[in-house]
């Protein structure tokens, strides 16, 4: 799959975030990236303080990062479906924890 379609299905998972909920993310950047150097394994990463954990001291704060490792995702899928399924749930997983939403939280509602 090449990059401009992978990073089109994360567009297309951002998509899928209700919009009640999309309106209330701000000061995020979504990055597609090869993969982690430090984790190579790793398909997805929020990097920031979470909306819940924010207090009047994050004023003027950088943008949070949510980034979405292409090969790491494109090394366990085995067809263009399993990419798209996979994007999807990576791209949930990584906007939850913007929404102060734990790992354990996220399995338990199919969003591993």
């Known amino acids: 799959m090449g990059d401009e379609r992978f990073d089109e299905l994360v567009g297309e998972a951002l998509d899928l975030i209700p919009p009640e909920l999309a309106r ?56 263009d479906d399993d990419v798209v399924h996979e994007v999807a749930v990576t791209v949930i997983h990584e906007i939850a924890h913007y929404f102060g939403i734990e790992d354990a939280r996220l399995h338990e509602l199919g969003w591993g």
């Open 24 to 79: 209330a993310i701000d000061n995020v950047v979504v990055l597609v990236e090869p993969r982690n150097e430090e984790e190579p394994d790793l398909l997805g990463l929020y990097h920031g303080i979470a909306l819940t954990e924010r207090d009047s001291h994050y004023a003027g704060a950088l943008p949070d990062t949510v980034t979405i490792y292409r090969d790491a995702i494109l090394d366990i899928c085995d067809s």
